[in-house]
C-alpha cells in the first residue's frame, strides 16, 4: 500500500463497508434491500462526488460538533437537504 495508507478501494474495506451499510440501512428483513452494488471511485475524477464528500464532511463536521464554525456551514446547505441518514445516533433532523 503505497505510503503506509489503507486505500478505500480494497476489497476488505469494500466488503466491511457493504456489510454496515446493508446493516445500518436494511429495514424489515422482509424488505427489498436498499444497499446492492457499491462502487467505490476517486472523488479526484469526479466533481460530483468532491461535492458529496464536502457536503458530507460538513453535516458530520455538525453532528460530532468538531468545529465552533459547524452550524454556519450546516446552515448553508440546510435549505437543500432532503434526505440525512444519521448512522448509529438515532433520528436527524435537517
Not at 48 to 73: N, P, S
Request: charged share 35%; proline share 4%.
Amino acid at each position: 500500500m503505497p505510503c503506509g495508507r489503507q486505500l478505500h478501494g480494497d476489497r476488505a474495506f469494500r466488503r466491511e463497508l457493504r456489510a454496515y451499510l446493508r446493516r445500518e440501512l436494511q429495514g424489515r428483513p422482509e424488505d427489498a434491500p436498499i444497499v446492492g452494488d457499491l462502487k467505490v471511485v476517486d472523488s479526484k475524477e469526479n466533481v460530483l462526488i468532491q461535492l458529496a464528500d464536502m457536503v458530507a464532511g460538513t453535516l458530520r463536521r455538525f453532528a460530532e460538533g468538531e468545529k465552533g464554525d459547524a452550524a454556519v456551514y450546516r446552515d448553508l446547505i440546510a435549505k437543500r437537504l432532503e434526505d440525512v441518514w444519521d448512522f448509529g445516533r438515532g433520528t436527524s433532523d435537517p
